[in-house]
Protein backbone atom coordinates (compact mmCIF):
# COMPACT_ATOMS: atom_id res chain seq x y z
CA UNK A 1 0.00 0.00 0.00
CA UNK A 2 1.10 3.67 -0.60
CA UNK A 3 2.57 5.05 2.25
CA UNK A 4 0.67 8.32 2.67
CA UNK A 5 2.59 9.68 6.24
CA UNK A 6 5.19 12.04 5.02
CA UNK A 7 6.82 15.17 7.17
CA UNK A 8 4.73 18.62 6.32
CA UNK A 9 8.57 19.70 4.76
CA UNK A 10 7.96 16.72 1.78
CA UNK A 11 4.32 18.03 1.74
CA UNK A 12 4.76 21.09 0.55
CA UNK A 13 7.83 20.07 -1.67
CA UNK A 14 5.64 20.35 -4.80
CA UNK A 15 4.33 23.42 -4.20
CA UNK A 16 5.58 25.61 -6.89
CA UNK A 17 5.66 29.62 -7.21
CA UNK A 18 2.41 30.49 -8.26
CA UNK A 19 0.22 27.70 -7.54
CA UNK A 20 -3.00 27.91 -6.40
CA UNK A 21 -3.78 26.26 -2.67
CA UNK A 22 -6.69 26.45 -0.34
CA UNK A 23 -6.49 26.76 3.25
CA UNK A 24 -9.03 25.17 6.13
CA UNK A 25 -10.13 27.22 8.89
CA UNK A 26 -11.95 30.14 10.07
CA UNK A 27 -10.36 32.98 11.51
CA UNK A 28 -7.88 30.39 12.24
CA UNK A 29 -10.01 27.22 14.00
CA UNK A 30 -8.86 24.35 12.22
CA UNK A 31 -6.65 26.05 10.12
CA UNK A 32 -3.05 23.32 9.31
CA UNK A 33 -0.37 25.25 10.99
CA UNK A 34 2.41 22.90 10.47
CA UNK A 35 1.78 23.35 6.51
CA UNK A 36 1.80 26.70 6.75
CA UNK A 37 5.06 26.78 8.81
CA UNK A 38 6.48 24.20 6.14
CA UNK A 39 5.17 26.32 3.16
CA UNK A 40 6.99 29.54 4.71
CA UNK A 41 10.04 27.64 5.31
CA UNK A 42 9.70 26.94 1.90
CA UNK A 43 9.97 30.45 0.52
CA UNK A 44 6.97 29.86 -2.01
CA UNK A 45 5.45 33.41 -3.48
CA UNK A 46 2.85 34.59 -5.69
CA UNK A 47 0.61 32.00 -4.41
CA UNK A 48 -3.18 32.26 -4.97
CA UNK A 49 -4.88 31.46 -1.99
CA UNK A 50 -9.14 30.18 -1.39
CA UNK A 51 -9.86 30.57 2.15
CA UNK A 52 -12.43 31.62 4.39
CA UNK A 53 -10.47 34.80 5.14
CA UNK A 54 -6.98 36.06 6.02
CA UNK A 55 -6.17 34.04 9.26
CA UNK A 56 -4.82 35.96 12.38
CA UNK A 57 -2.14 37.96 12.64
CA UNK A 58 0.56 38.21 15.73
CA UNK A 59 -1.23 38.89 18.67
CA UNK A 60 -5.14 39.27 17.57
CA UNK A 61 -6.87 36.77 19.72
CA UNK A 62 -4.25 36.04 21.78
CA UNK A 63 -2.68 34.81 18.87
CA UNK A 64 1.38 34.51 20.03
CA UNK A 65 2.61 34.12 16.37
CA UNK A 66 0.17 34.52 13.21
CA UNK A 67 -1.70 31.89 12.64
CA UNK A 68 -3.34 30.21 9.42
CA UNK A 69 -2.78 32.09 6.01
CA UNK A 70 -1.84 35.07 8.14
CA UNK A 71 1.41 33.25 7.86
CA UNK A 72 1.80 33.30 4.17
CA UNK A 73 0.47 37.00 4.76
CA UNK A 74 3.16 38.07 7.16
CA UNK A 75 5.93 36.54 4.63
CA UNK A 76 4.04 38.04 1.44
CA UNK A 77 3.66 34.92 -0.22
CA UNK A 78 0.19 35.94 -1.76
CA UNK A 79 -1.02 37.40 -4.51
CA UNK A 80 -4.54 36.68 -4.94
CA UNK A 81 -6.63 35.85 -2.26
CA UNK A 82 -10.04 34.23 -3.09
CA UNK A 83 -12.27 34.50 0.54
CA UNK A 84 -15.40 35.49 1.91
CA UNK A 85 -14.37 37.97 4.71
CA UNK A 86 -10.99 39.69 5.08
CA UNK A 87 -11.44 42.96 7.44
CA UNK A 88 -9.96 40.96 10.50
CA UNK A 89 -6.46 40.25 10.02
CA UNK A 90 -4.55 44.03 8.88
CA UNK A 91 -2.25 42.46 6.40
CA UNK A 92 -4.56 42.16 3.91
CA UNK A 93 -5.94 45.97 3.99
CA UNK A 94 -2.03 46.92 4.39
CA UNK A 95 -1.03 44.82 1.47
CA UNK A 96 -4.18 45.77 -0.62
CA UNK A 97 -3.37 49.50 -0.16
CA UNK A 98 0.33 48.40 -0.77
CA UNK A 99 -1.20 47.38 -4.54
CA UNK A 100 0.74 43.88 -3.89
CA UNK A 101 -2.15 41.77 -2.84
CA UNK A 102 -5.25 41.33 -5.03
CA UNK A 103 -8.31 39.90 -4.02
CA UNK A 104 -11.63 38.50 -4.66
CA UNK A 105 -14.83 38.35 -2.39
CA UNK A 106 -16.90 35.55 -2.87
CA UNK A 107 -20.29 35.13 -0.31
CA UNK A 108 -19.75 32.14 2.40
CA UNK A 109 -22.14 30.00 1.50
CA UNK A 110 -21.12 30.75 -2.29
CA UNK A 111 -17.67 29.88 -1.61
CA UNK A 112 -18.32 26.33 -0.19
CA UNK A 113 -20.67 25.68 -3.09
CA UNK A 114 -17.67 26.45 -5.82
CA UNK A 115 -15.45 24.63 -3.59
CA UNK A 116 -17.70 21.81 -3.45
CA UNK A 117 -18.53 21.61 -6.97
CA UNK A 118 -14.93 21.19 -8.12
CA UNK A 119 -14.99 18.21 -5.61
CA UNK A 120 -17.79 16.34 -6.98
CA UNK A 121 -17.39 16.93 -10.78
CA UNK A 122 -20.26 19.43 -11.08
CA UNK A 123 -20.48 22.37 -13.34
CA UNK A 124 -21.01 25.01 -11.43
CA UNK A 125 -23.59 25.55 -8.60
CA UNK A 126 -27.23 28.02 -8.97
CA UNK A 127 -27.86 30.19 -6.11
CA UNK A 128 -30.28 33.15 -5.23
CA UNK A 129 -27.64 34.47 -3.27
CA UNK A 130 -25.52 37.77 -4.58
CA UNK A 131 -28.38 38.65 -7.00
CA UNK A 132 -29.02 42.18 -7.68
CA UNK A 133 -25.67 42.91 -5.85
CA UNK A 134 -21.59 43.23 -7.19
CA UNK A 135 -21.65 39.47 -7.10
CA UNK A 136 -23.74 39.48 -10.41
CA UNK A 137 -21.80 42.65 -11.63
CA UNK A 138 -18.46 41.95 -11.15
CA UNK A 139 -16.12 39.63 -12.72
CA UNK A 140 -15.71 36.87 -10.78
CA UNK A 141 -11.93 35.16 -9.70
CA UNK A 142 -10.70 34.62 -13.21
CA UNK A 143 -12.05 37.69 -14.17
CA UNK A 144 -14.89 36.39 -15.74
CA UNK A 145 -18.67 38.07 -16.73
CA UNK A 146 -21.47 36.64 -14.05
CA UNK A 147 -23.81 33.98 -15.61
CA UNK A 148 -27.25 34.64 -14.04
CA UNK A 149 -30.62 32.55 -15.28
CA UNK A 150 -34.10 32.24 -14.13
CA UNK A 151 -36.11 29.15 -13.24
CA UNK A 152 -39.77 29.42 -12.56
CA UNK A 153 -39.73 32.73 -12.34
CA UNK A 154 -36.67 33.04 -9.48
CA UNK A 155 -33.17 34.66 -10.60
CA UNK A 156 -30.13 32.76 -9.88
CA UNK A 157 -26.52 33.60 -10.27
CA UNK A 158 -24.63 30.36 -11.87
CA UNK A 159 -21.24 29.97 -9.80
CA UNK A 160 -18.42 28.14 -11.15
CA UNK A 161 -16.10 25.74 -9.50
CA UNK A 162 -13.36 26.53 -7.79
CA UNK A 163 -10.85 24.01 -7.77
CA UNK A 164 -6.90 24.16 -6.18
CA UNK A 165 -3.07 22.65 -6.73
CA UNK A 166 -3.28 21.94 -3.43
CA UNK A 167 -5.67 21.98 -0.32
CA UNK A 168 -4.14 22.00 3.03
CA UNK A 169 -6.28 20.71 5.97
CA UNK A 170 -6.22 19.93 9.53
CA UNK A 171 -7.90 16.80 11.07
CA UNK A 172 -8.38 15.71 14.93
CA UNK A 173 -7.52 12.43 14.31
CA UNK A 174 -6.65 10.38 10.60
CA UNK A 175 -5.91 6.98 10.06
CA UNK A 176 -3.10 6.08 7.94
CA UNK A 177 -5.03 5.94 4.94
CA UNK A 178 -6.54 9.14 5.07
CA UNK A 179 -9.75 8.53 6.78
CA UNK A 180 -10.16 11.54 9.24
CA UNK A 181 -12.37 13.69 11.16
CA UNK A 182 -12.18 17.50 12.35
CA UNK A 183 -13.78 18.19 16.22
CA UNK A 184 -16.39 20.30 17.11
CA UNK A 185 -16.16 24.06 15.13
CA UNK A 186 -12.85 22.53 13.63
CA UNK A 187 -14.55 21.19 10.25
CA UNK A 188 -15.59 24.43 8.69
CA UNK A 189 -13.77 24.44 5.07
CA UNK A 190 -11.90 21.20 5.63
CA UNK A 191 -14.39 18.90 4.40
CA UNK A 192 -14.99 20.78 2.20
CA UNK A 193 -11.98 21.15 0.53
CA UNK A 194 -10.78 17.42 0.93
CA UNK A 195 -10.93 16.29 -2.99
CA UNK A 196 -11.38 19.55 -4.71
CA UNK A 197 -7.59 20.34 -5.41
CA UNK A 198 -5.34 18.20 -7.15
CA UNK A 199 -3.37 17.20 -4.14
CA UNK A 200 -4.66 16.47 -0.74
CA UNK A 201 -2.62 17.40 2.15
CA UNK A 202 -4.17 16.30 6.24
CA UNK A 203 -2.07 18.08 9.28
CA UNK A 204 -3.44 15.91 11.58
CA UNK A 205 -3.46 16.41 15.77
CA UNK A 206 -3.63 12.65 15.94
CA UNK A 207 -2.73 9.82 13.98
CA UNK A 208 -4.14 6.59 14.44
CA UNK A 209 -3.66 2.97 12.95
CA UNK A 210 -5.99 1.56 10.09
CA UNK A 211 -8.59 -0.32 11.31
CA UNK A 212 -8.04 0.72 14.80
CA UNK A 213 -11.54 2.59 15.39
CA UNK A 214 -14.91 2.96 14.56
CA UNK A 215 -14.85 3.57 10.47
CA UNK A 216 -18.45 5.72 11.25
CA UNK A 217 -16.31 7.92 13.07
CA UNK A 218 -14.22 9.48 10.06
CA UNK A 219 -16.28 11.63 8.15
CA UNK A 220 -13.96 12.23 5.33
CA UNK A 221 -12.74 9.09 2.97
CA UNK A 222 -8.97 8.76 3.00
CA UNK A 223 -9.42 7.87 -0.72
CA UNK A 224 -9.49 11.53 -1.79
CA UNK A 225 -6.48 12.24 0.52
CA UNK A 226 -2.83 12.15 -0.90
CA UNK A 227 -0.48 13.09 2.32
CA UNK A 228 -1.15 12.70 6.20
CA UNK A 229 1.01 14.64 8.69
CA UNK A 230 1.48 14.66 12.03
CA UNK A 231 1.94 17.06 14.82
CA UNK A 232 -0.96 19.64 14.75
CA UNK A 233 -1.14 21.15 17.99
CA UNK A 234 -4.57 22.42 19.91
CA UNK A 235 -4.01 26.02 20.21
CA UNK A 236 -2.60 27.39 23.51
CA UNK A 237 -4.98 30.47 24.56
CA UNK B 1 -25.87 54.63 23.54
CA UNK B 2 -26.05 51.86 25.34
CA UNK B 3 -29.49 51.98 26.92
CA UNK B 4 -30.69 52.43 23.43
CA UNK B 5 -28.62 49.26 21.92
CA UNK B 6 -30.53 47.29 25.01
CA UNK B 7 -33.76 48.95 24.27
CA UNK B 8 -33.70 47.47 20.50
CA UNK B 9 -32.00 44.25 21.73
CA UNK B 10 -34.95 44.24 24.21
CA UNK B 11 -37.48 44.58 22.11
CA UNK B 12 -36.05 41.99 19.02
CA UNK B 13 -36.05 39.39 21.59
CA UNK B 14 -40.00 39.82 21.48
CA UNK B 15 -40.11 38.02 17.87
CA UNK B 16 -39.11 35.49 18.53
CA UNK B 17 -40.91 32.49 19.05
CA UNK B 18 -40.07 28.99 20.84
CA UNK B 19 -38.60 26.50 18.77
CA UNK B 20 -37.16 28.29 15.96
CA UNK B 21 -33.74 28.48 14.64
CA UNK B 22 -32.10 31.87 14.29
CA UNK B 23 -28.73 33.30 13.93
CA UNK B 24 -28.18 36.26 15.27
CA UNK B 25 -24.85 38.52 13.74
CA UNK B 26 -22.15 40.50 15.18
CA UNK B 27 -22.71 43.31 17.69
CA UNK B 28 -26.31 44.71 18.77
CA UNK B 29 -27.90 41.59 17.01
CA UNK B 30 -25.63 39.04 19.29
CA UNK B 31 -27.14 41.60 22.66
CA UNK B 32 -30.71 39.90 21.37
CA UNK B 33 -29.84 36.40 22.92
CA UNK B 34 -29.57 37.85 26.46
CA UNK B 35 -33.18 38.83 25.95
CA UNK B 36 -35.07 36.07 24.95
CA UNK B 37 -37.93 35.18 27.39
CA UNK B 38 -37.72 32.03 29.84
CA UNK B 39 -40.19 30.21 28.13
CA UNK B 40 -39.44 31.09 24.25
CA UNK B 41 -36.58 28.16 23.78
CA UNK B 42 -34.66 28.83 20.48
CA UNK B 43 -31.88 27.15 18.85
CA UNK B 44 -28.66 29.43 17.96
CA UNK B 45 -26.78 28.82 14.66
CA UNK B 46 -23.15 29.98 13.98
CA UNK B 47 -22.55 29.35 10.63
CA UNK B 48 -18.83 28.83 11.36
CA UNK B 49 -20.40 25.55 12.01
CA UNK B 50 -23.01 24.67 14.17
CA UNK B 51 -26.60 24.69 15.25
CA UNK B 52 -26.90 25.52 19.55
CA UNK B 53 -24.73 27.94 20.61
CA UNK B 54 -24.81 28.82 24.26
CA UNK B 55 -22.75 31.62 25.72
CA UNK B 56 -19.38 32.90 26.48
CA UNK B 57 -16.59 30.20 28.79
CA UNK B 58 -15.72 31.40 31.96
CA UNK B 59 -11.78 32.33 31.57
CA UNK B 60 -9.54 29.25 31.44
CA UNK B 61 -12.56 27.17 30.53
CA UNK B 62 -12.68 27.60 26.65
CA UNK B 63 -12.54 25.24 24.09
CA UNK B 64 -10.31 25.98 21.44
CA UNK B 65 -11.96 24.38 18.79
CA UNK B 66 -15.12 26.18 19.55
CA UNK B 67 -15.52 29.88 18.22
CA UNK B 68 -18.42 31.55 17.08
CA UNK B 69 -18.48 33.55 13.68
CA UNK B 70 -17.05 36.49 15.20
CA UNK B 71 -13.90 34.43 16.12
CA UNK B 72 -14.85 34.48 19.91
CA UNK B 73 -14.70 31.42 22.13
CA UNK B 74 -18.28 30.51 22.53
CA UNK B 75 -20.19 27.28 25.27
CA UNK B 76 -22.65 25.24 23.56
CA UNK B 77 -25.83 23.32 24.63
CA UNK B 78 -25.84 19.38 25.01
CA UNK B 79 -28.00 19.66 21.86
CA UNK B 80 -25.34 21.33 19.89
CA UNK B 81 -24.80 19.52 16.49
CA UNK B 82 -21.41 20.24 14.69
CA UNK B 83 -21.27 20.73 10.40
CA UNK B 84 -19.19 21.88 7.68
CA UNK B 85 -19.74 24.68 5.81
CA UNK B 86 -21.22 23.66 2.92
CA UNK B 87 -24.09 21.74 5.51
CA UNK B 88 -24.42 25.53 7.16
CA UNK B 89 -25.24 27.03 4.27
CA UNK B 90 -27.40 24.42 3.12
CA UNK B 91 -29.30 24.92 6.28
CA UNK B 92 -29.55 28.68 5.44
CA UNK B 93 -30.14 28.83 1.98
CA UNK B 94 -32.42 25.84 3.06
CA UNK B 95 -35.18 28.05 4.90
CA UNK B 96 -34.33 26.27 7.92
CA UNK B 97 -33.40 28.98 9.55
CA UNK B 98 -36.26 31.25 10.69
CA UNK B 99 -35.07 34.46 11.47
CA UNK B 100 -32.01 36.09 11.36
CA UNK B 101 -31.25 39.60 13.61
CA UNK B 102 -28.39 41.55 11.51
CA UNK B 103 -27.58 45.52 11.50
CA UNK B 104 -27.32 48.07 8.49
CA UNK B 105 -25.64 50.92 7.02
CA UNK B 106 -28.95 51.51 4.68
CA UNK B 107 -32.48 50.07 4.43
CA UNK B 108 -34.66 50.93 1.04
CA UNK B 109 -38.37 51.08 1.64
CA UNK B 110 -38.69 48.27 -0.73
CA UNK B 111 -36.41 46.25 1.65
CA UNK B 112 -33.42 46.59 -0.63
CA UNK B 113 -30.58 45.97 2.35
CA UNK B 114 -26.86 47.23 2.11
CA UNK B 115 -24.60 46.55 4.94
CA UNK B 116 -21.34 45.08 4.11
CA UNK B 117 -19.17 47.15 2.17
CA UNK B 118 -18.53 51.52 1.84
CA UNK B 119 -16.80 51.77 -2.00
CA UNK B 120 -13.00 52.95 -0.77
CA UNK B 121 -13.26 52.19 2.58
CA UNK B 122 -11.39 48.91 4.47
CA UNK B 123 -12.22 46.32 3.10
CA UNK B 124 -14.30 43.63 5.04
CA UNK B 125 -16.30 41.05 2.80
CA UNK B 126 -19.93 40.21 3.19
CA UNK B 127 -19.00 36.94 5.00
CA UNK B 128 -22.15 35.16 5.08
CA UNK B 129 -24.41 37.95 5.15
CA UNK B 130 -25.72 37.79 1.46
CA UNK B 131 -26.55 33.70 2.17
CA UNK B 132 -28.31 34.63 5.21
CA UNK B 133 -30.47 37.40 4.14
CA UNK B 134 -31.42 35.48 1.21
CA UNK B 135 -32.14 32.34 2.71
CA UNK B 136 -33.50 32.94 6.23
CA UNK B 137 -37.67 33.09 6.46
CA UNK B 138 -37.22 36.37 7.95
CA UNK B 139 -34.73 39.15 8.43
CA UNK B 140 -35.17 41.47 11.10
CA UNK B 141 -33.18 44.46 10.99
CA UNK B 142 -32.18 45.40 14.50
CA UNK B 143 -30.43 49.17 14.58
CA UNK B 144 -30.03 52.69 15.47
CA UNK B 145 -32.54 54.74 13.44
CA UNK B 146 -30.13 57.07 11.98
CA UNK B 147 -26.03 57.25 11.49
CA UNK B 148 -25.24 60.46 13.84
CA UNK B 149 -28.49 61.74 12.30
CA UNK B 150 -27.80 60.85 8.36
CA UNK B 151 -30.70 58.31 7.17
CA UNK B 152 -30.48 54.94 7.25
CA UNK B 153 -33.78 54.22 6.17
CA UNK B 154 -34.12 55.41 2.45
CA UNK B 155 -36.31 55.79 -0.48
CA UNK B 156 -33.37 53.58 -2.40
CA UNK B 157 -30.12 51.89 -0.74
CA UNK B 158 -27.13 54.61 -2.39
CA UNK B 159 -24.40 51.62 -0.92
CA UNK B 160 -23.87 48.08 -3.18
CA UNK B 161 -26.59 46.11 -1.76
CA UNK B 162 -26.60 42.64 0.36
CA UNK B 163 -29.72 41.44 -1.16
CA UNK B 164 -32.41 42.91 -2.42
CA UNK B 165 -36.06 43.05 -1.11
CA UNK B 166 -34.37 40.75 1.66
CA UNK B 167 -35.83 42.91 4.70
CA UNK B 168 -39.54 41.74 6.58
CA UNK B 169 -38.77 44.24 9.42
CA UNK B 170 -37.00 47.16 10.79
CA UNK B 171 -36.70 47.70 14.64
CA UNK B 172 -34.84 51.10 16.48
CA UNK B 173 -34.94 53.08 19.32
CA UNK B 174 -37.78 55.16 17.89
CA UNK B 175 -40.04 52.84 16.63
CA UNK B 176 -40.67 48.99 14.44
CA UNK B 177 -41.85 48.61 10.77
CA UNK B 178 -42.79 45.92 9.20
CA UNK B 179 -41.84 46.27 5.17
CA UNK B 180 -44.90 45.95 3.12
CA UNK B 181 -45.81 46.32 -0.50
CA UNK B 182 -46.12 49.45 -0.30
CA UNK B 183 -43.56 50.93 1.89
CA UNK B 184 -42.54 50.73 5.48
CA UNK B 185 -45.32 51.14 8.07
CA UNK B 186 -44.61 51.89 11.36
CA UNK B 187 -46.40 49.73 13.78
CA UNK B 188 -45.24 50.49 17.02
CA UNK B 189 -43.89 53.72 18.18
CA UNK B 190 -41.77 54.93 21.09
CA UNK B 191 -43.22 57.10 23.54
CA UNK B 192 -39.97 59.12 23.65
CA UNK B 193 -40.94 60.15 19.92
CA UNK B 194 -43.20 61.77 17.96
CA UNK B 195 -44.64 60.46 14.65
CA UNK B 196 -42.80 63.68 13.27
CA UNK B 197 -39.75 63.20 14.51
CA UNK B 198 -39.71 59.49 13.51
CA UNK B 199 -40.48 61.07 9.52
CA UNK B 200 -37.89 63.38 10.16
CA UNK B 201 -35.19 61.08 10.62
CA UNK B 202 -36.32 59.00 8.08
CA UNK B 203 -34.87 59.06 3.90
CA UNK B 204 -38.51 57.51 2.52
CA UNK B 205 -42.20 58.20 3.41
CA UNK B 206 -43.84 56.26 6.19
CA UNK B 207 -46.72 54.43 6.63
CA UNK B 208 -48.62 54.73 9.46
CA UNK B 209 -50.17 52.02 10.65
CA UNK B 210 -53.70 52.36 11.72
CA UNK B 211 -53.71 49.83 14.95
CA UNK B 212 -50.83 52.14 15.88
CA UNK B 213 -49.57 50.44 19.04
CA UNK B 214 -46.62 52.01 22.05
CA UNK B 215 -43.52 50.51 21.63
CA UNK B 216 -43.41 47.73 23.54
CA UNK B 217 -40.83 47.51 26.47
CA UNK B 218 -40.22 45.72 29.74
Known amino acids: MINKIMTADEAVAGVQDGMTIMVGGFLATGSPEILMDALVRKGVKHLTVIANDGGLDIGQYGARTARGVGKLLENHMVDHIIASHLGVNPKLNEQFAEGTLKYTLVPQGTLAEKIRAANYGLGGVITPTGVGTPMEFEKDELGRDKITMEIDGVKYLVERPLKADYAFIRASVCDKFGNFMCAKATKNFNYVMAGAADKVIVATEELVEIGSGDPDKFTVAGVLVDGIVEGEKKWQI | ?218
Open chain 2, 1 to 218: MADIKERIARRTAKELRDGELVNLGIGLPTMVGSFVPEDIIITLHSENGFAGLDSVPEPGEEDVDIINSGGQYVTVLPRVNYFDTATSFGIVRGGHVDVTVLGAMQVAENGDLANWIIPGKKVAGMGGAMDLVVGAREVIIAMTHTQKGNHKILKECTLPLTAEKCVDMIITEMAVMKVTDKGIEVIELHPDFTKEEVQEATGCELIWSPDLKPYQED
